[in-house]
């Protein structure tokens, strides 16, 4: 005696994803709204799931939108930008300038103590 209740068969096929994806700031902010307006329905994790973004992701996004940090969204991954000369001359030069600002303002708060002590 054989079952003949045919049961449904889903297809299910996994795509390749070629390397990383590149979210825009518009995705990105648009999701962190879509997810605050299904908040309260609990679909948050249908929304996730079908855009294939994970909650801690979604939950970084959100700190950066409610502090304002529309730009921090923004920021690539990867190696910095590449210095010109003229750029790292100038860091080296404001660094010598914080060091030496930092210099004068110990030898004046000793020169103070020595004329209080003098008195």
Known sequence: MSSSSSSPVVETSVTARSGRRRLTVEYKTWLVQEAERLR???????????????????????????????HALSQKRGPK???????????????????????????????????KWQR
Do not use: H, P
């Open 40 to 70: 309260g329905s609990g679909d948050v994790g249908a929304l996730l799931r079908r855009e294939g973004v994970y909650s801690s992701q979604l939950a970084t996004w959100r700190k950066q939108y409610a502090a304002g940090v529309r």
């Open 81 to 115: 930008e590449k210095q010109t000369a003229a750029t790292a001359e100038v860091q080296r030069l404001q660094r010598e300038n914080d060091k030496l600002r930092a210099q004068l303002a110990r030898a004046e708060l000793l020169i103070d103590i020595q004329k």
